[in-house]
């Protein structure tokens, strides 16, 4: 996948051309890729991270960092505008990459309106052999440009003895996101080699219908309807990776569904392992999927001692066979396997009725 895009690059994307990187986890290579051959993000379109505060969004997306700094080298640049001010991940203590998560903290955002001249500036200075990931954690965290005026007055007003008048400028954000933010920002970045990342948190949504989502997230309709594709995250089975002694937990397993896709597979789930010394641990989510190990509904792992798994005629319980391939370097062919897997499966939805008006 890697060679492929780097030679796509020094021989100069056309327009037509499709590049795709990866995500750093083969089960959401396949979720979001949306088509056979299609894995991981499209560059060129905006992309929704989307959970609770425990659910891993930031994590996968440093991950995703990752993955491509390895994979495509001087190739491959990344902005991480952190709104939030609360990234905490060190690349070199994880991934062992001596460059810092965020290089300039000039390059933060605060409102939305510096955030558009950020991406703006970010993809001018993209080189034409060069792919860009711009991740945005997140729009919950900027202000607009009107807010800021507003408490500035305010403060001033203070200051000098005299009354505030109050006001609102409660949805300057929300309109220039909606009219101005995306329909600009997605047009511009839709013929270059950038990935643009949303993380969003998730917040009760008060006096919801009763058809309606309880729950709703910054960047409202607009976010919905320009994004690429948006990946809904949850934890699960919480106590899965908990130590028995300690009771201290070494990961999470996460189920990714997408709720909107633009691709002929939309609605794709999965559950990958996240392990917080290595990030994705794309051995055992790929075992586990390879060999159903997760349960319908509680996505609960199957025990394997009394069924063990058989890897080319041999037998191993689920923590044999992840150290079988890592010691013998098996993961290649691993995911090829998790590949053709997805395939069938996704043979056996396939309509086989001729098309009603041919």
């Not at 894995?39 to 060129?44: I, N």
């Not at 300057?172 to 993380?199: G, Y």
Request: with cysteine; charged share 30%.
């Amino acid at each position: 996948m890697a060679k492929k895009v780097i030679e796509q690059l020094e021989q100069g994307r056309t327009k037509k051309e499709d590049i795709y990187i990866t995500t750093g986890s083969t089960l959401r290579d396949l979720i979001i890729g949306g088509d056979k051959d299609k894995l991981g993000y499209k560059v060129g379109n905006i992309y929704n991270i989307v959970s609770d505060a425990s659910a891993g969004k930031t994590a996968l997306a440093v991950h995703s960092i990752a993955a491509n700094y390895y994979a495509l080298g001087d190739k491959f640049v990344w902005q991480y505008d952190d709104a939030e001010r609360g990234a905490t991940f060190d690349l070199y203590h994880m991934y062992g990459i001596e460059k810092p998560l965020i290089e300039d903290v000039n390059s933060i955002s605060n409102t939305v309106e510096e955030l558009y001249n950020n991406i703006r500036k970010f993809s001018d200075n993209l080189k034409k052999d060069q792919i860009g990931m711009y991740v945005v954690d997140s729009l919950d965290g900027l202000t607009s440009k009107a807010t800021v005026d507003r408490g500035n007055e305010r403060y001033s007003k203070f200051e000098k003895g005299k009354e505030f008048s109050e006001g609102t400028y409660a949805m300057e954000k929300q309109k220039f996101l909606s009219q101005e933010f995306f329909p600009d920002i997605a047009s511009r970045i839709k013929d270059t080699n950038i990935v643009l990342i949303f993380i969003s948190q998730v917040r009760d949504k008060i006096n919801a219908g009763m058809f309606e989502k309880k729950q709703t997230r910054a960047g409202g309709r607009a976010l919905q309807f320009y994004c690429h594709t948006v990946e809904w995250l949850a934890q699960v089975q919480k106590r899965e990776m908990e130590d028995d002694v300690t009771g201290l937990r070494s990961g999470i397993p996460i189920l990714i569904e997408t709720e909107k896709s633009k691709t002929p597979r939309p609605y794709r789930k999965g559950v990958i392992v996240y392990d917080f010394s290595i990030g994705v641990d794309d051995i055992a989510s790929n075992v586990d999927y390879l060999y159903d190990l997760r349960t319908d509904k509680a996505y609960q792992l199957r025990p394997t001692k009394q069924n063990k798994l058989n890897w080319d005629d041999k037998l191993f319980q689920r923590d044999e066979l992840c150290d079988h391939i890592y010691e013998n370097e098996l993961e290649n062919e691993l995911k090829n396997r998790v590949v053709a897997k997805w395939e069938e499966n996704e043979a056996k939805l396939v309509n086989k009725r001729k098309p009603r008006f041919v």
